[in-house]
């Protein structure tokens, strides 16, 4: 026995947890038995988790299981990818379908070394996933979806003249999460979730009526890449409360040109979705799509060249960083567009046409390039389409010039801020917001005021302010930030004894040097400074004509 051990130990490490943990379900399902309908196995109760084993599948079809809050079903990959080609017409009109249930998380990082353990590869005659049926409570993670008919992702139950259960009165679909999958190369939207019709749904097949779909409470769509969509990147609506749409990432959205339908994220009618911390890049759309509800803030985004790949040839076809516009605004509603960073749209960086909304607020945005700058001017920046709209615009960075700003690199697609670009620090507070963190989840601000834009100067020498007396000629430190020895370089207009001091933060002298300069005369002396902490600390120089102080940093 004790030589069984070692074996199992080494067996464990090789194997990785994951992968052994995946392996205990209550029940495995192989690719034999793709409808999977819970009145088939009674066996699974509230808390279980149902394997799925890998391998090719025509596709997959959960109904009618119903967890708990507390003990939902889990449906999730084992032994590898489970990777989905639904090729067959007309049958195979949906990937995977979970129809009918409630309190479900249907996950594929069931195998450590896959990122994606279900994999929609093809769907001939349909969507990618389709989450309806008055499904409701559930969460859906590690999924990639690519090559369908129409759209990748659809969650909703529609009423329909013979279904008259799905009506807002009746029926309310919570708590739906989408997060940490791939949707790409999909002909119409990458995500549809919602019914788009929240003002009302006109039924004309054979009841001709108008009716008012579900709406939505809860609804988390983070983390995600969607990529080459014809449509839409993604599309919420009727998500009336509890809705979050957070550090996406979309590319390449709305391909196919149709119009009315082209957004890397649209806030569709009836929905209230805080938007933060997306990255929207290169789609043919307005970045974001504002319909919504109101009382919910926009903010920390990166979009670049949105729209500017559509109809390049023909100016007058508008597309926006941000469209704000009118749907089922609601009374008394508020809007907030902050700290978005929006390079080269075709048209206007952002597009206010919502008279409806109470107040909106367009603050500490960075803006720069709007192809409607010649016609325009600064209007292009900023453009309020009606003298009836209320907004307070304030300490919004804008610019023609790209290359005054001082990204990063900006070829590489990194918009941070270096840290003597001009919108570092040019901001107002907007703690009060809740706008406490930028694109990176990095603290904001990282000094005493806010940056301009989606990113926040994390470098330590923002904020070090330098005092120069009249009469010295020149004041240099190097290198910086410095790990053993600074140089001071100096140069002083008339001859004279001064004083340079070693400070830190509070002002504490640490170490002292009294050095004669002859007029016009360069001269270089040092600090060692290994010994202190790692931080920030001021070169002071005392002067015949007053007190010179230049900041630096320790850093190892």
């Known amino acids: 026995m004790r030589k069984l051990i070692p074996y199992l130990f080494i067996l464990l490490l090789s194997f990785g947890w994951g992968q052994i943990k995946a392996q205990t379900c209550t029940v495995s399902i192989d690719s034999s038995t793709p409808y999977i309908d819970a009145a088939a196995y009674p066996n699974i109760q509230a808390g279980d988790t149902v394997c799925l084993k890998s391998g090719n599948w025509d596709y997959i079809y959960l109904k009618g299981f119903h967890g708990t809050k507390d003990k939902p079903i889990t449906f999730v990959n084992s032994l590898g990818a489970v990777v989905i080609k ?22 594929g990082n069931g195998v450590s070394n896959i990122q994606y353990g279900f994999q929609v590869d093809t769907v001939a005659a349909g969507a990618g996933m389709g989450i309806d049926d008055f499904s409701t409570n559930i969460e859906i993670s590690h999924v990639e979806i690519s090559h369908t008919a129409i759209g990748g992702v659809y969650a909703k139950t529609d009423p329909t003249c013979t279904n008259f259960n799905a009506t807002r009165d009746k029926f309310t679909m919570y708590n739906f999460s989408f997060h940490d999958c791939y949707v790409h190369d999909v002909p119409n939207e990458g995500l549809y979730i919602g019914n788009s019709h929240y003002t009302g749904l006109h039924l004309t097949s054979t009841c001709d009526t108008t009716v008012y779909p ?6 988390k769509i983070y983390n995600n890449i969607i990529e080459h969509t014809g449509y839409d990147g993604i599309q919420v609506s009727s998500a009336d409360s509890g809705c979050v749409i957070h550090d996406n990432v979309v590319k390449f959205d709305s391909q196919s040109g149709t119009p009315s339908q082209m957004s890397g994220i649209i806030i569709g009618g009836g929905s209230k979705c805080t938007t933060y911390n997306n990255q929207i890049i290169d789609g043919k759309g307005d970045g974001i799509e504002v319909f919504g509800l109101g009382d919910y803030s926009i903010f920390n985004n990166l979009i670049v060249n949105a729209g500017k790949s559509y109809l390049p040839d023909q100016p007058n076809e508008m597309k926006q960083g941000i469209y704000v516009g009118t749907d089922s605004t609601a ?12 390079i080269s749209p075709k048209s206007f960086g952002i597009t206010l046409s919502n008279t409806q909304l109470d107040s909106t607020k367009i603050i ?7 192809g409607q700058y010649q016609n325009w001017g600064p209007r292009s920046f900023i453009n309020i389409n009606s003298t009836s709209i209320k907004v307070d615009t304030l300490t919004n960075y804008t610019t023609n010039d790209t290359a005054t700003v001082k990204f990063v690199a900006p070829d590489a697609l990194n918009y941070e801020l270096k840290p003597n670009s001009p919108a570092v620090d040019f901001g107002t507070n907007l703690t009060g917001e809740g706008v406490t963190f930028d694109l990176l989840n990095q603290p904001r601000p990282y000094h005493t005021y806010y940056d301009a834009g989606a990113y926040e100067c994390q470098d330590p ?9 009249p009469d010295l000629a020149e004041f240099l430190l190097y290198p910086n930030p410095v790990k053993r020895k600074l140089n001071v370089r100096l140069t002083f207009s008339d001859s004279q004894t001064v004083t340079a001091q070693l400070t830190d933060l509070f002002g504490r002298i640490l170490s002292l040097q009294k050095l004669p300069f002859t ?8 600090f060692s400074v290994h010994q202190l902490p790692q931080g920030t600390y001021f070169i002071t120089i005392i002067s015949d004509k007053g007190i010179s102080s230049k900041g630096f940093i320790v850093q190892y």
Do not use: E
């Open 461 to 469: 020498s923002v904020g070090i302010i330098t005092h120069k007396a």
């Open 331 to 342: 009374a008394h509603a508020k809007l907030g567009i902050y700290n978005n960073t929006i």
């Open 519 to 526: 007029a016009g005369q360069s001269q270089l002396f040092t």
């Open 364 to 370: 500490n945005n960075l803006i720069t390039t709007p």
């Open 86 to 107: 639904a090729i067959t017409q007309p049958t195979n009109y949906v990937g995977i379908k979970i129809g009918n249930c409630s309190h479900i998380i249907f996950r």
């Open 214 to 219: 579900q709406v939505l409470k809860g609804v």
